[in-house]
Antibody, heavy 117, light 112 residues
Framework: EVQLVESGGGLVQPGGSLRLSCAAS????????MSWVRQAPGKGLEWVANIKQDGNEKYYVDSVKGRFTISRDNAKNSLYLQMNSLRAEDTAVYYC??????????WGQGALVTVSS | QSALTQPPSASGSPGQSVTISCTGT?????????VSWYQQHPGKAPKLMIY???KRPSGVPDRFSGSKSGNTASLTVSGLQAEDEADYYC????????????FGGGTKLTVL
């Protein structure tokens, strides 16, 4: 059974940093692209970033470029999102998702990130 | 404002059919056959219902179907059931330029 479990969410002040993790199991992690998608409270879904199987190809939505970094450790079956210079508008539930050609096949349960003073 | 346009709400009675539209451009929906639909119940993670325009993942009832014409994709739910009440989001590949994936704003489906 495919499982994706996010962790690392919490309350952070504007300008602060946070690192999200996503632990994967039930499939060969190193064989799949992975993505982060977020959902602000009461709002729709927004794709944030994705990363190729070997980590050598990454894409970001414009609003997080230069502030967020997606990475992965295939030996640990883990996906990460380093978030720096956080803003109030980054407040959202962040989901990791197993990805194939822009299709988000499996999703984690999400991690809430709240940016507030 | 979302890149793809969906109606904010849709409704139908049990047993009826409902179709939700998703309109984009030639740079996303019209340019690729990578349209997906996701179902999200309150407080839950989204679930893939349709991928590559009209394919259903294993375990998704065949009451759910997808199609595309030009720059508009559609999700049809036939034989509505109470458990189909949820938010539905469409998405499309938009090329390797930013953004890679675009979503619709979501449609709240109400089963009357």
């Amino acid at each position: 059974e495919v499982q994706l479990v996010e962790s690392g969410g919490g309350l952070v002040q504007p300008g602060g940093s946070l690192r999200l993790s996503c632990a994967a199991s039930g499939f060969t992690f190193s064989s799949f692209w992975m993505s982060w998608v977020r959902q602000a409270p009461g709002k729709g879904l927004e794709w944030v970033a994705n990363i190729k199987q070997d980590g050598n190809e990454k894409y970001y939505v414009d609003s997080v470029k230069g502030r967020f970094t997606i990475s992965r450790d295939n030996a640990k079956n883990s996906l990460y999102l380093q978030m720096n210079s956080l803003r109030a508008e980054d407040t959202a539930v962040y989901y990791c998702a197993r990805t194939l050609m822009a299709t988000l096949y499996y999703w984690g349960q999400g991690a809430l990130v709240t940016v507030s003073s | 404002q979302s890149a793809l346009t969906q109606p904010p709400s849709a409704s139908g009675s049990p047993g009826q059919s409902v179709t939700i539209s998703c309109t984009g451009t030639s740079s996303d929906i019209g340019g690729y056959n990578y349209v997906s639909w996701y179902q999200q119940h309150p407080g839950k993670a989204p679930k893939l219902m349709i991928y590559e325009v009209s394919k259903r993942p294993s375990g998704v009832p065949d009451r759910f179907s997808g199609s595309k014409s030009g720059n508009t994709a559609s999700l049809t739910v036939s034989g509505l059931q109470a458990e189909d009440e949820a938010d539905y989001y469409c998405s499309s590949y938009a090329g390797s330029n930013n953004p890679y994936v675009v979503f619709g704003g979501g449609t709240k489906l109400t089963v009357l």
